[in-house]
């Protein structure tokens, strides 16, 4: 054990030493992480052009941030499929696993929300769903236990400090051009 915690000293040491030796020219470059992790293999940016495919918008509200909107293309066996086939990160809970979404593309951040157990009724990720041209639907269903329609449009909604009744809504019409 002494050993190991020996080691661990040392390569600190030769970390440090390494930086105290960089010549005064030398530039560190430290890169900020992208602004969201979205995956680039797993559908495409904007509304799905026709009817073959699952639009997904996730809205921050009050995390901030931009209003995202990517198609899943084909058939999705699920809410939590379209989502994901759409190319967003998304993280459960510890308890519940993905059966409650406690995170969509890092946010709400860990400083604020650990993700042990079922996300608080006053800050949490809000599942709605409407047909093309229709109007958003809160959904009373867990989002492995519904199927989207193809051509249909899946929203994610941060609800923060809100009641049932005010919970928002995506802040995108579900339409596609």
Known sequence: MKFRGNKARIGRLVGALALLLLPATAQI??????AYAIDPTKGS?????????VTVIVDFQELGGATLT?????????????????????QGTNRWGEAFICRIEGKPGTDTEPCVNTPPASAYWSYWHAPNNGTWT????????????????????????????????????PTRP
């Open 29 to 34: 470059t430290v890169s900020a992480p992208a």
């Open 45 to 53: 940016a904007g509304v799905c052009p026709d009817a073959n495919g």
């Open 70 to 90: 990517r198609c899943a293309p084909g058939d999705q066996a699920t809410g939590l499929a379209a989502l994901k086939n759409a190319g967003f990160q998304i």
């Open 138 to 173: 809160y959904s009373s269903w867990g989002a492995s236990n519904r199927k989207p329609p193809l051509g249909s449009f899946e929203g994610w909604s941060f609800s923060k400090d809100k009641t049932s009744t005010t919970n928002p809504p995506p802040r995108v019409a």
